[in-house]
């Protein structure tokens, strides 16, 4: 048998988004996913819920489900939130960083990996010009979102607006979406002989983010 694997946007869009990427949404930042690993995620989560129930913020929307049925769509979270927090995933570039992208709200990683070795086989231009980039290890991760000027969110949002379609299925035959990146990466796999791209030239040392009881202590998370 013979495979080919291709880099896949995963969105769960198949639509243009035609909201009005400026208008001032309800929340500043949302956060839908498990609060158990990597470990930062428990922080992100600590600190969300108390901006939620603080009533002179509450600029945190969080629906954490641990593999539970949301509280919330997650469409409807990132369309009215101006940040979504994107911690890694099973993989580093978890669906919920298409999703939010699609909804034109500006991803906050908190992995430079991510950045700088998977995101640019998702996405055109540099990472850093449309995502925030955070210490994990900050007590005060919404307290750094919100010093984050206007200025520099309208210029986030319209980078955003630029890559936004590359991972959407758009209906128009000669838009550069999704499945125009899935045929690049063919021909990119066809020009290179046949052979993967090795996305990871210089990375010739891993680095265990955390370790994890479920995994018998073993490495969970590599960087």
Request: glycine share 6%; proline share 6%.
């Amino acid at each position: 048998l013979f495979y080919i694997f291709v880099t896949q946007p995963f969105s769960s869009h198949i639509s243009e988004y035609s909201g009005d990427i400026h208008e001032q949404r309800p929340y500043l930042v949302s956060f839908m996913g498990n609060g158990i690993y990597p470990l930062y995620r428990k922080k992100i989560v600590q600190q969300c819920h108390a901006a939620m129930i603080d009533p002179a913020r509450g600029d945190c929307l969080l629906a954490e489900t641990n593999r539970s049925k949301p509280s919330i769509g997650f469409d409807s979270m990132y369309a009215n939130s101006t940040f979504f927090f994107s911690p890694g995933g099973d993989t580093g570039p978890r669906k919920a960083l298409f999703d939010g992208i699609a909804l034109n709200s500006i991803p906050v990683i908190f992995e430079e990996t991510s950045l700088d070795v998977t995101y640019p086989a998702y996405f055109p231009g540099n990472p850093r010009d449309y995502s925030v980039f955070l210490n994990s290890s900050s007590d005060d991760i919404m307290g750094q979102l919100r010093n984050i000027s206007s200025s520099r969110i309208l210029e986030l949002q319209n980078n955003i607006a630029r890559v936004r379609d590359s991972v959407a299925y758009l209906p128009d035959a000669n838009a550069y979406d999704a499945t125009w990146v899935m045929m690049k990466q063919l021909e990119q796999y066809k020009l290179n002989g046949y052979k993967f791209i090795d996305r990871f030239p210089n990375k010739t040392t891993l680095y265990c983010v955390d370790k994890d009881e479920e995994f018998h202590g073993q490495c969970r998370f590599l960087k």
